[in-house]
């Protein structure tokens, strides 16, 4: 299954009340990136006064979205020491902060004991979750979802959990 950003904007579209979002991998080889990280890697920065710079049209997207009271949330479980991806992550988090998402961070070690699903996941309004499936290699491969209400509230418990645990990103670095 492929999906594009249109089709996962209608997810997001559809979203009454929450997305939430759950990161558990150091490290994503998404084609869309490629440019940025390598950019980051060379040295260059997004320049805070120039929106117009930054990753679009998912920020706009985020910023549809809340502005009309959908919260969004994203906590990200990562290594120590941090990977060099998820250094360009945090470098770059401050976007989607201004678009109106909240993001927290929880190092590794920390989530021990929590009950966590086998892959990264979006949770639309505690009901829809639709999981990102990755290779061994870190690509994306396909997304699988469902409404079963088991399946929504062990994901539903497992965010929680992460959040109530991790950072805020203004009080957290990598």
Not at 101 to 110: S, V, Y
Request: glycine share 4%; aromatic share 12%; proline share 4%.
């Amino acid at each position: 299954m492929s999906q594009t950003l249109d089709d996962f904007a209608t997810l997001i579209r559809a979203a009454r009340h929450s997305a939430v979002h759950l990161e558990m991998r150091d490290e994503y080889a998404m084609d869309n990136e490629h440019a940025a990280f390598d950019a980051w890697r060379a040295g260059e920065r997004l320049d805070p006064k120039d929106r117009e710079a930054w990753w679009r049209p998912w920020l706009d997207l985020v910023q549809e979205s809340t502005g009309r009271g959908v919260a969004m949330r994203r906590a990200r479980i990562i290594s120590e020491p941090a990977s060099e991806y998820t250094r360009w992550l945090y470098d770059g988090t401050f976007t989607n902060v201004a678009a109106g998402e909240d993001i927290r961070w929880l190092q590794r070690p920390r989530a021990t004991g929590l009950v966590l699903p086998e892959t990264d996941f979006w949770l639309f309004d505690g009901k829809i979750v639709q999981f990102n499936i990755f290779d061994d290699e870190s690509r994306w491969v396909r997304t699988d979802q469902t409404d079963d209400p088991q399946t929504a509230l062990l994901c539903r418990t497992a965010f929680e959990a992460v959040w109530d645990r991790a950072i805020p990103h203004d009080r957290f670095s990598t």
